[in-house]
């Protein structure tokens, strides 16, 4: 079985200074992972991906994430977070051979206050 | 590129009614997802469909819920008859195979809010 564990519910910090989004994944195989973020009454907006390659992606509005195959691990980062990054995000993964099924993990909410 | 459409937005009912959402997805996606999502916790896929055929319905309470997918385009769930624990976001999402050189993110609908009292 897949699954992700987003360990803190909430993730407060003040503009301009770095964002971290923790997340921890199981899966068999090379795992795929994703980051989707949750604007309030709007759907879930993709991010991010990792499949392969280099363990650092890069993705929208300036979010990146790093890959780390040791310690199971695809933490979202922002090195300037703004005040609209405020919103709910959610780390998802997928096994290599399941058919593209995505288990998401619980979400954590970030505020980014002025 | 137009994205996933759902209707309705909001949708109160009183338990034991029934109710149904609908999803359009995005032009050639042939994957289509229905998830649920409690407040306070990820999304929950309930049923996929690839084309018009399901993939995975493991998760969805067949007691219950219903869905279909003719034509594979357009889809719609159906809950008869709703229980107050059935209050959720409905989110639709789709997608394209790897296999026809897409990419494997999802794209989700704005999802229906639906309100069992």
């Known amino acids: 079985a897949q699954s992700v564990a987003q360990p803190e519910d909430q993730v407060n910090v003040a503009e301009g200074n770095p964002l971290t989004v923790k997340c921890t994944y199981s899966?068999?195989?090379?795992?795929?992972l994703f980051w989707y973020v949750q604007y309030p009454n709007r759907g879930l907006q993709f991010l991010l991906k990792?499949?392969?390659?280099?363990?650092l992606v890069k993705g929208s509005y300036g979010f990146e994430a790093e890959f780390n195959k040791s310690q199971t691990s695809f933490h979202l980062k922002k090195p300037s977070a703004l005040v609209s990054d405020s919103a709910l995000y959610f780390c998802?993964?997928?096994?290599?051979?399941?058919?593209?099924?995505?288990?998401f993990g619980a979400g954590t909410t970030v505020t980014v206050r002025a | 590129e137009a994205g996933v459409a759902q209707s309705p937005r909001y949708k109160i009912i009183e338990k034991r009614q029934s109710v149904a959402f609908w999803c359009n997805p995005i032009?050639?996606?042939?994957?289509l997802y229905w998830y649920q999502q409690i407040l306070g916790q990820g999304p929950k896929l309930l049923i996929q469909?690839?084309?018009?055929?399901?993939?995975?319905d493991s998760q969805l309470p067949k007691d219950r819920f219903s869905a279909e997918r003719l034509k594979g385009v357009d889809s719609t769930l159906k809950i008869q008859p709703a229980k107050l624990e059935d209050s959720a976001v409905y989110l639709c999402?789709?997608?394209?195979?790897?296999?026809?050189?897409?990419?494997?993110?999802?794209?989700f609908g704005p999802g229906t809010r639906l309100t069992v009292t």
């Open positions: 469909f690839q084309n018009n055929g399901v993939v995975d």
């Open positions: 999402a789709s997608s394209s195979p790897p296999s026809t050189g897409a990419s494997y993110e999802q794209y």
């Open positions: 899966v068999s195989g090379n795992p795929y």
């Open positions: 990792y499949i392969t390659g280099d363990n």
């Open positions: 032009s050639g996606h042939a994957t």
């Open positions: 998802a993964v997928r096994g290599f051979s399941n058919d593209y099924k995505l288990s």
